[in-house]
């Protein structure tokens, strides 16, 4: 399932911004899986890269760092932060677009939902 994204309030005239994507994106350089919010595409010395912000506030960008995801990847934690920002924009919570709970945490690996300790 596909979400819509919001619209880049700048948008870059270089850019090609996305209308929607999966929900769950993983940055291999990151410890915990996001929400986006914004994914613009632009080309930089003709190769493909990605500006992806997310609901809690940070983003990344890089050329073939990032995954989209249905679901979070097993044994990783989703950003609490993005998470309460996503629900209180109106989107779905992450264990209603997943079928089942979905561990949820912050920069430490460390679970706040319901005490399981990543090691």
């Not at 993983?26 to 899986?33: M, W």
């Not at 912000?53 to 097993?74: D, R, V």
């Amino acid at each position: 399932m596909k979400v819509a994204l919001r619209q880049p309030k700048k948008p870059s005239s270089a850019a090609y911004a996305w209308e929607t994507c999966l929900p769950f994106v993983e940055n291999k350089r990151g410890v915990l899986i996001h929400r986006p919010v914004t994914v613009e595409r632009y080309m930089h010395l003709r190769t493909p890269y990605l500006a992806v912000h997310y609901w809690c506030g940070n983003g990344s960008n890089g050329h073939g760092i990032f995954t989209f995801l249905a679901e979070p990847t097993a044994g990783k934690l989703v950003c609490e932060k993005c998470e309460s920002a996503a629900i209180a924009a109106g989107l779905p919570a992450s264990d209603l677009l997943c079928g089942h709970h979905v561990h949820k945490g912050t920069t430490k690996p460390v679970a706040t939902c319901c005490g399981m300790v990543k090691p």
